[in-house]
């Protein structure tokens, strides 16, 4: 099982390396569980880049349903990661639920079809970013009820806007659209606009006003972040690269077209400082 947990980490540390440096600041004992969840996540989010079409991609999600079903046994002893997943998931007594709604949020990427409303957009971001940090929470209260659900929520929100907005040109030049459409529309604009530069003012608006949406879950997660009792703070070190993207996106040289980059040794220590002092999590 060791070995399973290793390739965990190796994979984490290639594919998602802001997480992976997250796990340092938590407990030894809770480190490799949280390598296995971060994993797993790693493998549903990037399904639409390995699959390459929707039908594949359906198929590799459905069978981690299948597996958090407690179907496949005999494959999942030959998948490092499914393994790993599972003895966490029952160290920890980790509900699949939030597992399951990882899964559902990532079968829209698999698809071009535009998020129609901001609602659609936070229903999304629930699953695919809160869900993650409510279980890490979970990990790191050794199994507990980590007691932070509205905090993960407004935590995850922001995380999943601001890195969704990040992905702005990522996802124009795939045809893909996050930006709601009735926000589009509240500002002029509609899905020409996101094709292709150069960004015109009513895009710019919209994408604006989904900054200020990140900025609100931002603070509302700030005011609630005396609730949470410091072993749960590494769960919530991600968010901490979040206000910095968006104050990125919010200089006069921000074109939505070219992607926003925070340097990668910048971007470790934002992870460290956060650590340090959990208020400029969200800071």
Same mark, same amino acid.
């Given at each position: 099982?060791?070995?399973?947990?290793?390739?965990?980490?190796?994979?984490?540390?290639?594919?998602?390396?802001?997480?992976?440096?997250?796990?340092?600041?938590?407990?030894?004992?809770?480190?490799?569980?949280?390598?296995?969840?971060?994993?797993?996540?790693?493998?549903?989010?990037?399904?639409?880049?390995?699959?390459?079409?929707?039908?594949?991609?359906?198929?590799?999600?459905?069978?981690?349903?299948?597996?958090?079903?407690?179907?496949?046994?005999?494959?999942?002893?030959?998948?490092?990661?499914?393994?790993?997943?599972?003895?966490?998931?029952?160290?920890?007594?980790?509900?699949?639920?939030?597992?399951?709604?990882?899964?559902?949020?990532?079968?829209?990427?698999?698809?071009?079809?535009?998020?129609?409303?901001?609602?659609? +957009?936070?229903?999304? &971001?629930?699953? =695919?970013? #809160?869900?993650?940090?409510? !279980? $890490? %929470?979970?990990?790191?209260? @050794?199994?507990?009820?980590?007691?932070?659900?509205? +905090?993960?929520?407004? &935590?995850?929100? =922001?995380? #999943?806007?601001?890195?969704? !907005? $990040? %992905?702005?040109?990522?996802? @124009?030049?795939?045809?893909?659209?996050?930006?709601? +459409?009735?926000?589009? &529309?509240?500002?002029?604009?509609?899905?020409?606009?996101?094709?292709?530069?150069?960004?015109?003012?009513?895009?710019?608006?919209?994408?604006?006003?989904?900054?200020?949406?990140?900025?609100?879950?931002?603070?509302?997660?700030?005011?609630?972040?005396?609730?949470?009792?410091?072993?749960?703070?590494?769960?919530?070190?991600?968010?901490?690269?979040?206000?910095?993207?968006?104050?990125?996106?919010?200089?006069?040289?921000?074109?939505?077209?070219?992607?926003?980059?925070?340097?990668?040794?910048?971007?470790?220590?934002?992870?460290?400082?956060?650590?340090?002092?959990?208020?400029?999590?969200?800071?």
């Amino acid at each position: 099982m060791q070995d399973a947990f290793a390739h965990c980490e190796a994979l984490l540390r290639a594919a998602d390396r802001d997480r992976f440096l997250t796990t340092l600041f938590a407990p030894a004992e809770h480190r490799d569980a949280l390598v296995a969840l971060y994993a797993f996540n790693v493998e549903v989010a990037r399904v639409r880049e390995v699959a390459r079409e929707a039908l594949a991609g359906e198929i590799r999600l459905q069978w981690w349903s299948d597996v958090l079903g407690g179907m496949g046994r005999g494959e999942v002893a030959a998948h490092p990661v499914a393994a790993a997943l599972l003895a966490s998931m029952a160290r920890y007594r980790l509900p699949p639920e939030p597992f399951k709604a990882l899964i559902e949020a990532r079968r829209f990427d698999l698809y071009d079809e535009p998020m129609a409303t901001l609602a659609d +957009l936070e229903a999304y &971001a629930d699953g =695919a970013s #809160a869900s993650l940090i409510a !279980l $890490a %929470a979970q990990i790191l209260a @050794a199994g507990g009820e980590p007691g932070i659900g509205a +905090l993960s929520h407004h &935590a995850g929100l =922001a995380h #999943a806007l601001a890195g969704l !907005l $990040a %992905a702005f040109p990522i996802h @124009a030049a795939r045809g893909q659209l996050f930006i709601p +459409l009735e926000m589009l &529309a509240r500002h002029g604009a509609d899905r020409l606009d996101v094709k292709g530069g150069p960004a015109t003012p009513q895009l710019r608006a919209a994408l604006a006003e989904l900054r200020l949406r990140a900025r609100h879950h931002l603070d509302v997660a700030q005011q609630l972040l005396a609730t949470a009792a410091p072993a749960v703070v590494p769960a919530l070190l991600p968010v901490a690269l979040a206000g910095s993207t968006l104050e990125r996106m919010e200089r006069r040289s921000y074109d939505p077209f070219v992607p926003v980059a925070i340097a990668p040794w910048r971007r470790q220590w934002l992870i460290w400082r956060a650590a340090r002092r959990p208020r400029r999590i969200f800071g």
